[in-house]
């Protein structure tokens, strides 16, 4: 993995921080904040949230700040992304190394609206980190956002394509649970025409919460490290699985022909029949029904034949199984 300085760009890095912290006191002057939500009114449980957006690098930037009162302490939080801090104008993503000055920044906005409990930024606990990786020569950024949306991924409670209004209406693979996830999309469609990114450029962002960042070893801003980041971000794209070849139509019947199971045995004229059907479905945006022992062998299946179809399987498409590669951060045939 590799990442350049300002004007070069960054293939790997950060795409949001979140953090929080204790406060002794908020400004008294409550017109100062946009936001002010009550939850649990009139109970034990009752709890009060402040919120606030700022605008920081000439407008590019947008830093939320917020406070809540939970059981009579005050707790602060700030969030942004801070790719905007490194490249206000752009797309680029800011590097792993520069996490501590982005936390600064926050920190100090944060600071005008609130007294915090301590000094240090690096003591604050990180509660969303997302780590992200481009992809650049991308031929068809569309076949695998809408190809790799059928995947069985362990533990992932939701897998679906939505256009993201903030990526201006983009198609967006999203897969994930409560702890995070992971997004694939094209950043030219998203970002071409207002920041530049290039024709045949590819995004995916880990969405890393408190629970996934603490896995390896990052609870406060100073556990941050690149190395950790970096252990972060590849271990949740082979979570992610949108590293999984995606082949035309073709090339998928001809390899469930050629399958052979653990004994050496072919398919069965039947379960190849249904294998097919089954990826043809999955293809045109169906779930197939089946009993869970069923869709079990079904996924141990589609598992080892190592490729996803295409939406043009029933198309006369042809061509070489591609897929995208993390460490070289292109399409790759294989």
């Known amino acids: 993995m590799g990442s350049g300085g300002r004007g070069v760009g960054c293939s790997v890095g950060i795409d949001r921080l979140s953090i929080s912290f204790p406060v002794r006191s908020i400004d008294g002057d409550l017109t100062r904040w946009a936001t002010r939500t009550i939850s649990q009114p009139g109970t034990p449980n009752e709890r009060w949230t402040l919120g606030q957006p700022v605008k920081a690098f000439d407008g ?3 830093v939320f700040v917020g406070v809540t009162e939970i059981e009579g302490r005050l707790f602060g939080k700030v969030e942004s992304n801070p790719a905007r801090f490194y490249d206000p104008y ?8 520069m996490v501590p000055q982005a936390a600064s920044v926050m920190y100090l906005l944060a600071s005008t609206f609130m007294d915090v409990a301590h000094e240090d930024p690096g ?6 980190l997302d780590v992200a990786r481009d992809f650049s020569g ?4 569309a076949l695998y956002v809408e190809s790799l949306r059928g995947i069985h991924r362990p533990y ?3 897998s679906y394509v939505y256009s993201d209004p903030q990526k201006n209406q983009a198609q967006t693979l999203w897969a994930g649970n409560g702890a995070g996830g992971g997004r694939l999309y094209d950043q030219h469609e998203a970002y071409g025409d207002a920041k530049g990114a290039p024709s045949g450029s590819v995004r995916t962002e880990i969405e890393a919460r408190s629970d996934w960042c603490s896995r390896v070893g990052m609870t406060r801003v100073e556990d941050v490290t690149v190395e950790r980041c970096e252990q972060l971000l590849m271990e949740r794209w082979d979570w992610t699985a949108f590293g999984t070849a995606v ?12 399958y052979r199971d653990e004994d050496g ?5 039947a379960v190849r029949a249904r294998l097919i059907g089954h990826l043809v479905e999955e293809a045109l945006g169906h779930d197939p029904r089946m009993s869970k022992n069923t869709a079990t062998v079904y996924r141990r299946l589609k598992r080892r034949l190592g490729v996803v179809p295409s939406p043009a ?3 006369a498409r042809t061509g070489e199984p591609r897929r995208l590669d993390f460490y070289v951060g292109t399409e790759v045939s294989v």
Do not use: Y
């Not at 752009?90 to 190394?97: H, K, Q, R």
């Open 138 to 141: 991308v031929e068809d950024p």
């Open 123 to 128: 003591a604050a606990r990180v509660k969303r």
């Open 60 to 62: 590019k930037a947008t």
């Open 90 to 97: 752009g797309c680029n993503l800011m590097p792993f190394g």
């Open 156 to 158: 992932a409670s939701r």
């Open 313 to 315: 399987l029933l198309s």
């Open 265 to 269: 045995d072919l398919l069965s004229s």
């Open 247 to 258: 082949a035309p139509g073709f090339d998928v019947v001809e390899r469930v022909k050629r």
